[in-house]
């Protein structure tokens, strides 16, 4: 069964760098979350997108932002990185009412 | 606000033992999650449970909810090594909203 895809699976940046996550849902869901995990921390709920419109917004620094296409796969641009961001990035998505949410593999993204 | 919270956030216990782990919620949820997490992996699910009194089993692991005391349970029944890994409850407030996760409980099982 097809699951959803992140891309890249590693990034190393370096500080001030700009960064691009790209996340494809599972065919047919339409909504896309996004997640950021610290080292040893639990998953921090970031943005989510229903149907391409943001449909709830978390703790996600001004500096990064995300859009859902037509396609429904959806990007997280990262500007001015800091050392701080360094954390795996996740992607879930899910059907609007449906139950459960499928996450994908993740982004590991260093930031040095 | 809605929190999850768990407990214990770290649990060492030797392989045949039985143990459980609790997830709390402070505000009505219809929905809960429990994933697994192995070290820099994704977050495995590994049930959902979607009302007052679901049980759910999987090999040695079993999940309950209790909507009125806003409490569920991870049971693991005679612990093998291979269970050892990070395990987190979700919750979520309504159908339509992002699920918050609790702090984890980073289990240990010693051969």
């Known amino acids: 069964a097809a699951g959803v895809i992140q891309s890249p699976r590693h990034l190393i940046k370096e500080k001030r760098e700009t960064a691009t996550l790209k996340c494809y849902p599972i065919?047919?869901?339409?909504?896309v979350y996004w997640y950021q995990q610290g080292p040893g921390q639990d998953p921090q709920f970031l943005i989510s997108?229903?149907?391409?419109?943001?449909?709830d917004k978390g703790s996600i620094p001004d500096r990064f932002s995300a859009q859902q296409f037509s396609d429904y796969h959806s990007e997280l641009n990262m500007s001015s990185l800091e050392l701080g961001d360094s954390a795996l990035y996740f992607c879930?998505?899910?059907?609007?009412?449906?139950?459960?949410?499928?996450f994908g593999s993740g982004t590991r993204l260093t930031v040095v | 606000e809605l929190k999850v919270e768990q407990n214990p956030l770290f649990l060492s216990m030797q392989e045949g033992k039985n143990y459980t782990i609790y997830c709390n919620y402070s505000?009505?949820?219809?929905?809960l999650y429990w994933y697994r997490q192995d070290p820099g992996k994704s977050l495995e699910s590994l049930f959902v449970?979607?009302?007052?009194?679901a049980v759910k089993q999987e090999g040695r692991l079993m999940a309950s909810l209790d909507t009125k005391a806003r409490l569920s349970t991870l049971h693991i029944t005679a612990a093998v090594h291979d269970l050892s890994a990070t395990y987190f409850c979700?919750?979520?407030?309504?159908?339509?909203?992002?699920?918050?996760f609790g702090k984890g409980t980073r289990l240990h099982i010693l051969p």
């Open positions: 997108f229903y149907e391409k419109m943001q449909s």
């Open positions: 065919p047919r869901h339409d909504t």
């Open positions: 449970l979607l009302s007052n009194g």
């Open positions: 979700a919750v979520d407030q309504n159908r339509d909203d992002k699920i918050i």
């Open positions: 505000t009505t949820s219809d929905r």
């Open positions: 879930a998505s899910s059907l609007k009412h449906g139950a459960g949410y499928t």
